[in-house]
């Protein structure tokens, strides 16, 4: 994977070397803004996993651990970096592997139930959002549905005692989404902070998009990361290298960006989200192995 996301890196150079240039001469102000709000996605993270157990959690080791969890996401596809470390760090809090699994589990479907709900009613206040191809995010929006379809075509076709496990599975997960909703707080922190993460993602989007000077609306913005985020899980890639890039391009490009600004505002949304804090991530992840906390 990571070989293969290096050649094509070097494959597109001068595309990457125009977008670095057009990031050069961009609004600072905005490109801080969107800095900011990346620092704040790895809190919004901590306070939905906070949501999704009842135990209280070290909150400065918990942020430390998203951060972490940010730079392993960047090593290992769909999601395993980020799973691996929040699963090893909730172990180290005194929860079984079971319950940290499960506590997981939660907190994923709220961020997809969130980024799924969010992009569905922008596409009904905006009946026509996207200028270029219109049936381009609409069709996308759908991927994740077509994605679920398949994985329960799948488990239908699994044998009995894996049939039997993934519905063990789905119990815990249901009976501890009724714990969840039973203390305000901890639905409060849950949700608030699965939206929070989804909003400020796509803050750090609309944030390059202005530095850039692209005339998008934020509301554009906003559908065309939901729409691409969703549909760059069906393609599992380390930190969705490639699959959420060539995703935002092309949601970017349909809400009325120009191909070249959609590429350079996916550059710059790519450094201030993984690139530059993905050498300290893999410090603080070796500082937190290291004093047990993983």
């Given amino acids: 994977m990571t070989a293969a996301a290096g050649w094509l890196l070097a494959a597109h150079r001068h595309t990457m070397d125009a977008g670095a240039d057009r990031l ?5 102000d905005w490109l801080l803004a969107g800095g900011a709000a990346a620092l704040a996605t790895w809190v919004c993270a901590a306070v939905a996993q906070q949501g999704a157990v009842a135990e209280r959690l070290p909150a400065g080791r918990l942020v430390a651990a998203q951060f972490a969890a940010c730079a392993a996401n960047h090593v290992l596809p769909a999601g395993v970096g980020a ?3 929040n699963l090893r760090f909730l172990t180290r809090c005194g929860l079984s592997t079971a319950r940290s699994a499960t506590a997981l589990a939660v907190k994923a479907a709220a961020g997809a139930l969130v980024r799924f709900a969010l992009a569905a009613v922008l596409l009904l206040a905006s009946p026509r959002p996207l200028r270029l191809s219109p049936a381009v995010p609409r069709a996308s929006l759908l991927l994740p549905a077509v994605g679920c379809a398949a994985v329960a075509v799948l488990a239908v076709a699994l044998s009995r005692p894996v049939r039997h496990r993934a519905r063990s599975a789905v119990r815990r997960v249901l009976a501890d989404v009724r714990a969840v909703h039973g203390s305000r707080s901890r639905a409060c922190a849950l949700w608030g902070g699965s939206v929070g993460f989804a909003l400020l993602h796509a803050a750090v989007l609309v944030a390059v998009v202005r530095a850039l000077e692209v005339t998008v609306p934020a509301g554009h913005v906003l559908l065309a990361y939901l ?10 890639t380390p930190g969705g290298l490639g699959s959420l ?3 935002l391009v092309l949601t970017l490009t349909a809400a009325g960006a120009p191909a ?4 350079s505002a996916v550059f ?3 450094m201030l989200t993984g690139w530059l804090p993905l050498l300290p991530g ?3 992840l070796a500082l937190l192995t290291r004093r047990s906390v993983l």
Avoid at 24 to 28: L, M, Q, W
Avoid at 260 to 263: K, V, Y
Wanted: proline share 3%; hydrophobic share 70%.
């Fill in 24 to 28: 050069a001469v961009a609004d600072r």
């Fill in 83 to 85: 799973s691996a470390v």
């Fill in 227 to 236: 729409v691409a985020s969703g549909a760059a899980v069906l393609l599992p």
């Fill in 245 to 247: 890039d060539a995703a």
């Fill in 260 to 263: 070249a600004a959609a590429l």
């Fill in 268 to 270: 710059g949304y790519r």
């Fill in 282 to 284: 893999l410090l603080v």
